[in-house]
Nanobody, 112 residues
């Protein structure tokens, strides 16, 4: 059974930082590209960052220079370091490997 468990969210002031973690089970992690998605209130779920099996990363324009995605194949985990957070970064953050399987997400709230 595939499981994706996101953690690390919280309430932070604008300009602050958070580090999100996603631990997976039931998949061969090292053979999967991974991505972080964000869903704001009333919004669709959009890609924030992705990382390939070789470690190549890609970012939404809105987070370039502020967010960093990384992975640890030994821990079957993917991370999202978020710096210089803005109120518009508020939302529920999800990780995925196939854009069909999702965890429960972790809430990030950035206050102004």
């Amino acid at each position: 059974q595939v499981q994706l468990v996101e953690s690390g969210g919280g309430l932070v002031q604008a300009g602050g930082s958070l580090r999100l973690s996603c631990t997976t089970s039931g998949i061969i992690f090292r053979t999967n590209n991974m991505g972080w998605y964000r869903q704001g209130p009333g919004d669709q779920r959009d890609m924030v960052a992705s990382i390939t099996i070789t470690g190549r990363s890609n970012y939404a324009d809105s987070v370039k220079g502020r967010f960093t995605i990384s992975r640890d194949n030994a821990k079957n985990s993917v991370y999202l370091q978020m710096n210089s957070l803005k109120p518009e970064d508020t939302g529920v953050y999800y990780c995925t490997y196939d854009r069909r399987t999702w965890g429960r997400g972790t809430q990030v709230t950035v206050s102004s």
